[in-house]
């Protein structure tokens, strides 16, 4: 039997990720000190990896494929297909950035003022190509953690992740300049992504993701409407969503169903009732394959 | 930019409210040791306030509108308009009552008997304006906690507020008389309802508040009936519920769709199944808006 | 009022039944150190019982009905009515086993190797009566527990339950062969069962039962299909499910609303949608009737 | 080299034995899931056995001794040499008594009422020889848990465990007679108890253990008295203890060291201190062996 | 026999306050639910009561005696007798101050700004009776808790307790005065501390109270010193201890037995040991009365 | 004021390095979220640092003195004066060591046999320099952590710490060779060594830290001794340490105090006893200087 070999990101994307999985339709389970969670699908083989680690393991082939963030793909210089960008978090949907920090009263204020100084961080390959890039040398110290602490004691600057900003703020830390900006990516093997077999269960894996992410954040609505009032309800639906329109035995009535934004609902409903809908009925959706 | 501000209810009422509140489509976020709850409306700013000051703050203005117990408002004595009544508690759906109890093995069997002596209580103006309407005289006792463990050593009587009663059998308290019985309400400061722009915002976060609440306890069901048997199953149902009827590829037969209380489905559904309804399915709502 | 005594199993399926019952449409709550839940339905008085003593009270009609495994029916000899087979695990949905383990260096390989052997198990009559089919005899220990770390020294062999057979594998042990494949039963005293009211209502909460456990595992999912690809798309659907195929206003198109597995969406929806669906959408069930 | 076989009771002493040997010097730590203690002793082998099995095994010679409540071994009937009780309990240090209880309105008063009824208990053996030494015949049914909610539905009276009679008052039921008082003790294979090396072993073990308990509730005092108030503050001290009484470089000074029991350490006190003694001091103990 | 009636504070200091009369050698439990801790001395009867309320009980000889913080006897205005000043908390040992806050960019700067002003306090006698005495006319207003978070939107200024004024800071509040400094003090109905049982059982009970919190933070130092060397090493105790010397067998050195504070113990032993001091021996203790 | 900057590790490490602080006299709390840890000595500054940046810190002066393992002192390069080597630990108190470990199965059984591997190591100077030092040259790369399942899928050996080599097996790897055994030590900037005022703080500091660490596991143990019995007690107890005898008042008798290890006591005193000691009390310590 074929097998795909599929690489899941350690650490704090772990549960979001099974998370999404499970919603897809695919069962992980964590063995507890195993890094070969269970899945229940024959045809696939998890290994848990640092994220750091992901792209080489995918570029070398130990991986068919990988869930990974776009900057540690870049840190690692990893030659790997990228098949889609991935966009969930616990926390927040908003891409993560890799900004460059210095204490609120520091006399840095751009990349020219970093001669000569010392940076900590964790990306020292994307810290030195953008140094370079503006003609700057530096001392680029790796990090092995609570890099935002460290200024000024035991640096001029970081450039540290941050969703929010909020971490940067509470160390009194202000940001110059934003070096890269990263998602989660879906990233194969050049040449796995070259194999049919493989292909074709990656990208049938790939349909039930985003099939999966598109139902997050989206709910159903139906509704019963009068003929004559029809075209006004349709009026204050999204323009873009086709809604099903189906006949009811009572012929002067319709019923419609359609998807929408969870958060457009409570501005949409007010204005769907004024204009004439009645029984409106907000039900939960868990896949939308489009 | 316009904004409203809306005061919830700080402590046991907390999590049901933010619940409420999510499930109406506001998600509502509690930073860690700050009152001011996040909500992504930004036009709705929040504060958590005691239920017992509700009422003095939306009063003054400080607030243009809140969520606190009727009772509050009585005992506040504060002048503000109630917008509407919300049923929601975790642990029950029935109102709290205000209620006058003593020992078991106590003489005080009505208002009559408390003449002279000493009263514990939350309420002390709820209880001194309820005493003079009987007539009588007692020494009424701010009571910080703990209440219902005062008499008989530390209070002969006392003004406690109960849902099932448990709570007072379990410390031997008999109920002699029922003071008030309150519900949670939505408050506004008069000047603010009379506003047009803050009204129509509190009129469509009350009317999303009110799918979310007749939704819950609420279910869908969805079956297919022989056209023979349409009258015989519609009979079963609920009567002033108004099914969804909707003709069906086979012309033999009716798909029919109506919402029923998730507690009486276990009575109906095997009387729809006697009267041939086939394939029933229930499935989840989150929202109702008639 | 009419009342039928139940039995609910106490320990380990307490927690699964309580759900199995919820989602059945009937609210189960467990009082602090009580062994009466309560329970929704004035007409249903429950007890809390331990599954080995299940059968003993059934049959002498202490209980008139409740659930148990069949496995320590078997073992107590109890004359019981069986009304339903219910298949429900957190864990797993197998039935258990109840097995003859010894050690992986044992000498014993089939029955005949147990004579004059001591044998440790907590279904002392199902081993006694196993043995004697295999005119064997040997020292038959009941186990107060832990029994699976007994062998070698503390018993020979060992009659144990198992579900995946990874306990005894962590404790080196070897299955010799299976005595007994036990699920849970719903059994009925026999007089009872013979009530007329009785029986409707036994017959009404497994109709009920059995509707939310179809549920488990089943989702529903919708489609708009255009009339020319609808052979190709029902082709794709188990045969075994009868499609709901409703008109659409647009005349081209009619919508399509099914019930199909949960672990068999990941492999349909790619097809569907290479077949012509359009729209696909997936929804949680609750219940289903057929 | 020669190993003692320990078994120790698994489950609700579990812990406490654990704390006392760790008192006594030996280190115990349970690995999870397995059921063999590791202990920093090589000599030492320990297996943790349900109190109710650890008669039987160490009759046997499965095990050389163990610890185990006397209750078990008579039920059990094992034939096993005790060797020391030992008083030690989480909860008190108060004997647990087996006794019969019926419910408060019950109309059993004595063993004689027992006739023809159905008694349900963990302990059928003993409960039966009470019955016979009574001459009363009834039906003892082997309870396997939750014993004191049966009566009166599932049984007409129980012999059960109390150490305090709370929870059978909870239950509504009342004590109508004492079958047996049971402590903790510490047994031995005949043959082990003869074996030179063994019984050298289990008397060390022993010594240690008396060592800890006596410490338990135990605490030093020193103070520093005058010469001429030494017989006044000797005469408030416990007549049976004899303290330690040492010159100091003040010769007008002695100093006095003693042991007493923790909670009389309150009542002394005061009176030493009238007595003339000063700089009275508190310290801990860890064991103490006379 | 006749009781002592004893308040305990409900609430924060209840565990601390516990853990007090535990190292005094008295056992108090909290049975849950109950509002009257268990406690192994028949003569005292302990009531759990809120500290606000304390005064008024104890005043009014509903209890003989309590424990409860100084600001709330003055709140109270009860009139109750003082026995002692006890000095302990979890958190720290410094006493609490009531103060005066205002918002950090307020033009209150002293008791004169507040004139016409909103404050928000749980102390409203304290603060009404400061502001008499400075001659202002302020709105105090009862707050029911979160108080540091009123200003500026919901009062001017707050009077709030705060130990360490973090809380303030992180709420962006200045302190402006203080009000009143209180400690935890053990208070005795007047008549009650005039009848002589009372009166020792109160004088009892405090010597040990007072001797556990004169062990909190001291330990036992214990050395040989070389008789030519003894001055030296006294030298460098503090002056105000009087160690116990006594000879050893050796008659060149003595043993030398002090107490001394934990927290010197990091200065004081390196100029032992330079002193000549070997053997230098440091030991818990549990009580000290001198 | 003179201030030393003392780093301490962050990590698995923080706790077990507080507790020995707490046990030396020195209170550490740490502060959520911060990194700066609160010590009770304004002479002392603390920072969490990671122990692989330990030294790094150290030497460039960012820090006077902190604590880390010798390994990563080495795998850094770090110029550092190493004052003392600290041995605590809160599973063991053995080294931690570096190996080289294989799959089971694995041709590798030396140096030699990793010529052109991949190895996965979190040193990697070590590594390399150890290769080097065995003239074999192979591909080693950084793991950012879950080395120990890598083999042989993502590399073909590790280089991985261990203390008791449990993971390891349990993940099918051998060990091949050690390269590094490594306990914690106290390490000193150059120059803040010979500065007078830092290097006598640490030096006080460091025989706190020793005085902690040697109570550890021992105890105190006094007992009293007829004369002629003495030589023979004092033959019993370990010949290093030199016990205090002290006469007492009934001069037939006299008092031996002394110290030993707290698992030798259970050998010791069945000996003490046979010998003659009495009233044998083991109490505990808490610091011990020589």
């Not at 840095?108 to 953008?130: F, M, Y």
Request: proline fraction near 6%; include cysteine; charge should be neutral.
């Amino acid at each position: 039997m074929s097998v795909l070999k599929l690489g899941l990101p350690a650490g704090s994307l772990q549960e979001a990720t099974a998370d999404l999985f499970r919603k897809a339709g695919y069962k992980i389970t964590f063995p507890s000190r195993s890094y070969y969670p269970a899945i229940d699908d024959p045809e696939l083989h998890c290994t848990l990896i640092r994220a750091q680690e992901m792209g080489r393991y995918v570029a070398d082939g130990s991986l068919d494929c990988g869930l990974t963030g776009h900057d540690w793909i870049v840190e690692s210089g990893a030659h790997v297909t990228e098949l889609a960008e991935l966009v969930f978090s616990k926390v927040s949907r908003r891409p993560v950035k890799w900004v460059l920090a210095v204490p609120n009263d520091s006399d840095i204020h751009g990349p020219k003022d970093l001669q000569g100084k010392r940076i900590a961080t964790e990306v020292v390959n994307i810290t030195k190509s953008w140094l370079a890039g503006h003609g700057v040398s530096a001392q680029v110290e790796f990090s092995w953690g609570a890099t935002e602490v460290k200024p000024p004691k035991f640096a001029d600057a970081i450039v540290e992740v941050t969703e929010t900003g909020n971490s940067l703020r509470a160390n009194n830390l202000r940001i110059v300049d934003t070096l890269l900006t990263s998602t989660t990516r879906f990233v194969a093997n050049p040449q796995a992504a070259l194999d049919p077999w493989k292909r074709q269960k990656m990208d049938d894996l790939l349909l039930m993701l985003r099939g999966a992410m598109a139902a997050e954040g989206k709910v159903g609505l139906m509704m019963n409407v009068r003929k004559p009032d029809l075209a006004h309800v349709l009026n204050k639906l999204p323009a873009l969503k086709n809604p099903t329109i189906s006949p009811l035995a009572d012929q002067e009535w319709v019923a419609v169903n359609t998807i929408i934004d969870e958060d457009t609902v409570r501005h949409i409903i007010p204005q769907l009732k004024a204009a004439g809908a009645s029984g409106i009925v907000e039900y939960p959706l868990t896949k939308i394959i489009d």
